[in-house]
């Protein structure tokens, strides 16, 4: 079982920065990919942001330039910069880390807010 602690989120003016954190813990074996996605009200979840345990990274075009995704592997936490923040970034935004012998995880979610 892997348990996932995001926290970061909050409300933030248009233009603004935040930065995203998730830590895992349990029994880990190894993440091969952690990631973030994204839901905004009446949407379906999408993805913003992974990073591979080679350290590559995949960026969804809307936030390609602004966000950026890192990562530890020794110490199982992916973090999420993300600047000049849009009111349509506006979402719940979720942890996603796929461990090689236990499967997929998700945390439970922090919102972002972006308005003025």
């Known amino acids: 079982q892997v348990q996932l602690v995001e926290s970061g989120g909050g409300l933030v003016q248009p233009g603004g920065s935040l930065r995203l954190s998730c830590a895992a813990s349990g029994r880990i074996f190894m993440l091969n990919v952690m990631a973030w996605y994204r ?15 080679t350290g590559s990274t995949n960026y969804a075009d809307s936030v390609k330039g602004r966000f950026t995704i890192s990562g530890d592997n020794a110490k199982n936490t992916v973090w999420l910069q993300m600047s000049s923040l849009k009111p349509e970034d506006t979402a ?13 995880y998700w945390g ?9």
Not at 92 to 104: K, P, Q, S
Not at 108 to 113: A, D, F, L
């Open 39 to 53: 839901q905004a009200p009446r949407k379906p979840r999408e993805l913003v942001a992974k990073i591979a345990s």
């Open 92 to 104: 719940v935004y979720y942890c996603n880390v796929f461990d090689i012998a236990l499967g997929e």
């Open 108 to 116: 439970q979610g922090t919102q972002v807010t972006v308005s003025s």
